[in-house]
T-cell receptor
Framework: AQSVTQLDSQVPVFEEAPVELRCNYS??????LFWYVQYPNQGLQLLLK??????LVESINGFEAEFNKSQTSFHLRKPSVHISDTAEYFC????????????FGQGTRLTINP | GAGVSQTPSNKVTEKGKYVELRCDPI?????LYWYRQSLGQGPEFLIY????????DSGLPNDRFFAVRPEGSVSTLKIQRTERGDSAVYLC????????????FGSGTRLTVV
């Protein structure tokens, strides 16, 4: 079975500051890794995913995440945040084979202050 | 359709009543998932369909919960004898069924049991 731990339930930052949202996972098998974002009053949207290859993956809106196998982490970063990044962010894992379900972390609420 | 559609968007019911929640996935998506999200928590897996059959129902909390997908498209989540603890947002997602794909989520049904 897999589990995902998001170490911070809330992260407040000022606009244009850098941010890191932490995610650690536990699994006995190889997994794919995902970050989802949920903007206020909207559904979950896929932000980015790590499948294989380069351990650094990027989204179209400036976020990036780095897969670290030895530390079983997949932290999400952005060098300069905007008010529009205010949302809840969820880290998730999925087995290579077998169970097709995504297992989610508890979420991190990112609040951007002007 | 263009996205995953869930109806109703809100449902208030009395304790002990029966409810049905509907999910209309993206056309052509063979995999369909139901999740439950309680306040301040990440989505919790309930059940996964591949085509018409439930491939994994390990997340259903008890036998009051049941889901069907008779024609491999629309799915209905059914909850009997509702309890106040069933109050949550019920999320539906669909995908092509490939483990490398992320899911496309609907906006959810907010169920309130009073």
């Amino acid at each position: 079975a897999q589990s995902v731990t998001q170490l911070d339930s809330q992260v407040p930052v000022f606009e244009e500051a850098p941010v890191e949202l932490r995610c650690n996972y536990s699994s006995s098998v190889s997994v794919y890794l995902f970050w989802y974002v949920q903007y206020p009053n909207q559904g979950l949207q896929l932000l980015l995913k790590y499948l294989s290859g380069s351990t650094l993956v990027e989204s179209i809106n400036g976020f990036e995440a780095e897969f670290n196998k030895s530390q079983t982490s997949f932290h999400l970063r952005k060098p300069s945040v905007h008010i529009s990044d205010t949302a809840e962010y969820f880290c998730a894992v999925r087995e290579f084979q077998g169970a097709q379900k995504l297992v989610f972390g508890q979420g991190t609420r990112l609040t951007i202050n002007p | 359709g263009a996205g995953v559609s869930q109806t109703p968007s809100n449902k208030v019911t009395e304790k002990g009543k029966y409810v049905e929640l509907r999910c209309d996935p993206i056309s052509g998506h063979t995999a369909l998932y139901w999740y439950r999200q309680s306040l301040g928590q990440g989505p919790e897996f309930l059940i996964y369909f591949q085509g018409t059959g439930a491939a994994d129902d390990s997340g259903l909390p008890n036998d009051r919960f049941f889901a069907v997908r008779p024609e491999g498209s629309v799915s209905t989540l059914k909850i009997q004898r509702t309890e106040r603890g069933d109050s949550a947002v019920y999320l539906c997602a669909s995908s092509s069924g490939q483990s490398t794909d992320g899911y496309t989520f609907g906006s959810g049904t907010r169920l309130t049991v009073v």
